[in-house]
């Protein structure tokens, strides 16, 4: 079965940090492009961040660059969202897709979430003002 585990959420203050993590199963890692997605209560889930199946590309979401980082660990099949300076609008629910595929987009398509077929079940993130 398909798994992926999201963990690492909690509630912190504006200026805070968290690091997220998205352990994963059922699937070849290595060839998956992995990416955080974020829903605020009563909206739609919004990109955030992802990176490429061979781990050259990341992409951002322009309201979290030089803040966020995302990386990979092809050894324990986990994705990991590390957030700093967080501010009160990215409090929601995060959650973590993947495609499977190893496909290489152009442009922004690793911010589609339409081309991930699999997520998880998120982690709650609520920052404080």
């Known amino acids: 079965d398909v798994q992926l585990q999201a963990s690492g959420g909690g509630l912190v203050q504006a200026g805070g940090s968290l690091r997220l993590s998205c352990a994963t199963s059922g699937f070849t890692f290595s060839r998956s492009s992995m990416s955080w997605f974020r829903q605020a209560p009563g909206k739609r889930r919004v990109f955030v961040a992802a990176?490429?199946?061979?781990?050259?590309?990341?992409l951002y979401a322009d309201s979290v660059k030089g803040r966020f980082t995302i990386s990979r660990d092809n050894a324990e099949n986990t994705v990991y969202l590390q957030m700093n300076s967080l501010e009160p609008d990215g409090t929601g629910v995060y959650y973590c897709?993947?495609?499977?595929?190893?496909?290489?987009?152009?442009?922004?398509?690793?911010?589609?979430?339409?081309?991930?077929?699999?997520w998880g079940q998120g982690t709650q993130v609520t920052v404080s003002s």
């Open positions: 897709g993947a495609d499977p595929r190893a496909r290489t987009y152009s442009g922004n398509g690793l911010a589609n979430r339409a081309n991930y077929p699999y």
């Open positions: 990176i490429s199946w061979g781990g050259a590309t990341t």
